[in-house]
């Protein structure tokens, strides 16, 4: 998620563009990640979809996403009515830095340029989601990058009208997604809120989901192995209390 520093264990508000282009070989879509500058205070080094804190004034969220797209990758876009809403996370309570961050699509237009800011940004790639899911581990990504590229690679594959549409469903019954720490011995695990053990084994602030919601499907926890995050489903003999 977004870096800053926060001024109290309370998330900021802050929102990200999934920026989706056509693919240069092939069909489908392509999404621009960009790393984090190695010193920076929070998720240096890793890549991440273009984001940042809401400034204030920004009551409508878009335009911080939007401002954000500007500063870190140089891409303009037209208008806010551009971005789709997609996804709404928010940073585990255990964590010092937590942010409530919106993730938006919105499309380059042709032929637009990326000019990076080299103060916050040290690079950056046009990835499928299925090339990014198959790297996930050497690009570093963090959870709400994994998972959202999982949500979006179906999609993704039919190309811009299909991910629109799906923006449209998501929107329709949008859901924060708050994750909880559990102590596992297959290492550090994040449950996410479908997750069996999600209100019996999670530490921190918990915010539920109901078990027909059109989120509340597939994997359902991250497990840290070294410095990849791997998602995957709950053992079977998980329960919920």
Do not use: N
């Not at 939007?66 to 208008?79: D, I, K, M, S």
């Not at 084994?201 to 109901?210: K, S, T, V, Y």
């Amino acid at each position: 998620m977004p870096a800053g520093t926060p001024t109290s264990a309370e998330p900021r508000d802050s929102a990200a563009v999934i920026l989706v282009r056509r693919a240069e070989r092939g069909a489908g879509l392509e999404v621009l990640l960009v790393r984090r500058h190695r010193k920076a205070s929070f998720m240096s080094g890793a890549y991440v979809f273009p984001g940042g804190i809401a400034e204030p004034g920004e009551d409508d969220l878009r335009a911080a996403a939007a401002r954000e797209l500007a500063e870190e990758a140089g891409v303009a876009l037209p208008g806010l009515d551009g971005l789709h809403y997609f996804a709404h996370w928010i940073t585990p309570s255990i964590e010092p830095r937590r942010y409530s961050a919106r993730f938006y699509i919105a499309a380059l237009a042709a032929a637009q340029p990326i000019t990076l800011d080299a103060r916050e940004i040290e690079d950056a790639v046009w990835v499928s989601p299925d090339d990014a899911l198959a790297r996930a581990g050497e690009l570093h990504l963090p959870p709400p990058q994994i998972r959202s590229f999982l949500d979006i690679a179906p999609a993704a594959r039919d190309g811009l009208d299909a991910l629109i549409a799906l923006c449209a469903e998501r929107s329709a019954a949008p859901h924060p997604i708050l994750p909880r720490a559990c102590a596992d011995p297959s290492g550090l695990t994040l449950l996410l809120p479908w997750d069996p053990d999600y209100m019996t084994r999670g530490e921190g602030a918990a915010l539920a989901i109901p078990p027909d919601h059109l989120l509340a499907t597939g994997p359902s926890r991250f497990v840290l192995e070294g410095s990849t995050w791997k998602h995957v489903h709950a053992p079977p003999s998980a329960r919920a209390g």
